[in-house]
């Protein structure tokens, strides 16, 4: 069985290469904006609809509700 | 009913039923379910019934207004509702009826905001929109996958949590310290004033 300290350090090495991704592709677009669009100016763009606009709002409440309020839950399986 | 209706009842229906509005309706369905089989029943409830909002949105054709102008207010009295809010989550014991009222208050009031009408944007070239939505929906997607994956892994596999820790896990003892809370707090309250587009100077 591989250590839980092994896969500790794979899944933390996973969401770091997701913020590092996040993060240079932003300064990229800041760069060159009219080739790559900032985050903020897609999101403008985008949530010009209202499904959107409400998707988008609701998954940033989320995260204050799971985070701020909510108890976090474990699956038993 | 003569072509040209025809037409325009086309159009009509493919811009009700745009690929933008199918995906994130799907995306909070998927949600939806993701909550509920991990247990989170309120969750849940929660992101199935805005599906549900969404789709019925849809089908009416937007017809249903609840502003019928975005609301404005000077940008003090603005900081100061939000600087009480944060001051009240970061005081009131996090799973407290305090911290549950104002997440609920804020929930509700950013979900009149958010179905009401905005004030369009001055765009980027529209190629440029598209590969943005592309590549951070790509990053989006792979975040959730790697989380949902974490998560899975954290209930079958004997390693558990510690060895496939989710960013719940990974944030909470964050969350239970007042200075990192926040941190959190505040990160939380100025990103849904940013995604609303209010309290922030006029562009150009």
């Given at each position: 069985?591989?250590?839980a300290?092994t896969?500790r350090?794979?899944?933390?090495?996973?969401?770091?290469v997701?913020?590092?991704?996040?993060?240079?592709?932003?300064?990229?677009?800041?760069?060159?904006?009219?080739?790559?669009?900032p985050?903020g100016?897609m999101?403008?763009a985008?949530?010009?609809?209202?499904t959107t606009?409400?998707?988008v709002?609701?998954a940033?409440?989320?995260?204050g509700w799971?985070?701020?309020?909510?108890?976090t839950?474990q699956l038993?399986? | 009913?003569?072509?040209?209706e025809a037409?325009?009842?086309?159009a009509r229906?493919?811009?009700?039923w745009?690929a933008?509005?199918?995906?994130w309706i799907?995306v909070?369905?998927?949600m939806?379910g993701?909550q509920?089989?991990r247990?989170?029943?309120?969750?849940?409830?929660?992101?199935f019934?805005?599906?549900?909002?969404l789709v019925?949105?849809?089908?009416?054709?937007?017809?249903v207004q609840?502003?019928?102008r975005?609301?404005?207010?000077?940008?003090w009295?603005?900081?100061a509702?939000?600087?009480?809010?944060?001051?009240?989550?970061?005081a009131a014991?996090?799973?407290?009826?305090?911290?549950f009222?104002?997440?609920?208050?804020v929930?509700v009031?950013v979900?009149?905001?958010?179905w009401?009408?905005?004030?369009?944007?001055?765009?980027?070239?529209a190629?440029?929109i598209?590969?943005?939505?592309?590549v951070w929906?790509?990053?989006?997607v792979?975040l959730?996958?790697w989380e949902a994956?974490?998560?899975?892994?954290?209930?079958?596999?004997?390693?558990g949590?510690?060895?496939?820790?989710?960013v719940?896990?990974l944030?909470?003892?964050a969350?239970e310290h007042?200075?990192?809370?926040?941190?959190?707090?505040?990160a939380?309250?100025?990103g849904?004033l940013a995604?609303?587009?209010?309290g922030r100077?006029?562009?150009?």
């Open positions: 069985m591989i250590p300290e896969t350090a794979i899944i933390l090495f996973g969401y770091i997701v913020a590092v991704t996040a993060v240079v592709t932003e300064l990229l677009a800041r760069r060159r904006p009219d080739g790559l669009a985050l100016d999101l403008d985008v949530m010009e609809s209202r606009r409400v998707a709002i609701a940033w409440w989320w995260f799971h985070f701020l309020f909510a108890p839950v038993e399986l | 009913m003569s072509g040209g037409a325009a009842g086309r229906e493919a811009e009700r745009s933008s509005s199918v995906l799907a909070l369905a998927t939806a993701f509920t089989w247990g989170a029943y309120v969750d849940g409830v929660l992101f019934a805005l599906s549900a909002v019925v949105d849809r089908l009416t054709g937007g017809r609840l502003l019928r975005p609301p404005t207010a000077p940008r009295v603005l900081f509702i939000v600087g009480t809010l944060g001051a009240l989550l970061v014991p996090r799973h407290g009826p305090v911290s009222l104002v997440v609920s208050a929930g009031v979900f009149v905001l958010a009401g009408p905005t004030v369009a944007q001055p765009p980027r070239p190629r440029a598209r590969r943005s939505v592309i929906s790509i990053i989006g792979g959730c996958l994956l974490a998560f899975i892994l954290s209930v079958t596999a004997p390693q949590s510690f060895g496939f820790p989710t719940s896990v944030l909470d003892p969350v007042w200075a990192s809370r926040a941190v959190l707090v505040a939380w309250l100025l849904g995604l609303l587009d209010i100077p006029e562009r150009a």
